[in-house]
């Protein structure tokens, strides 16, 4: 079973969704895949239901409305109003994802992304682990990041 079928089939037509939203994001302006599915374009895919996207705030509420009519599966959506994140817009890449092109920020963008959500109090403790997991993931991988990354992250990465 390939990635794709496996997510279909998890979601309940998830990557038929991922596609429109994907198309949606397209003609309503700029945008790029932050989070967990980013990630996976970096380093080796673990799974996630989510969407994490970053679009140009002006035409979120017209494109949420426009999902809202076309979306129908398990696959969560989820766009980012911080506005730290709109200039990751310029920086994005072309990756495939789920079998489509994709704009996803740059290596160091979704990073960043994961530091800022990894370094938020509010957020529940597994999400936290989540983003920091995400965060050695993606060290392993590309060392140089570790320079963006707060001194306790660093040393766990220096001992493993």
Not at 131 to 155: H, Q, T
Request: aromatic fraction near 8%; charge should be negative.
């Amino acid at each position: 079973m390939t990635a794709v079928e496996a997510y279909e089939l998890t979601t309940q037509g998830g990557s038929t969704d991922f596609a429109r939203l994907i198309a949606a994001c397209e003609s309503f302006g700029p945008y790029c895949l932050i989070g967990g599915l980013a990630v996976n374009c970096y380093v080796e895919p673990v799974y996630t239901l989510d969407a994490d996207l970053v679009v140009m705030a002006a035409s979120l509420t017209e494109l949420t409305a426009h999902l809202e009519a076309e979306a129908d599966s398990e696959l969560r959506i989820q766009f980012t109003t911080d506005e730290r994140y709109q200039v990751f817009l310029a920086r994005s890449v072309v990756a495939d994802v789920l079998g489509i092109q994709v704009k996803v920020a740059c290596k160091e963008d979704v990073a960043q992304g994961k530091l800022w959500a990894y370094g938020d109090p509010q957020c529940r403790l597994s999400k936290r682990k989540k983003d920091e997991l995400d965060l050695i993931r993606l060290a392993e991988v590309y060392p140089e990041l570790k320079s963006l990354y707060p001194g306790e992250l660093r040393e766990q990465l220096d001992r493993g």
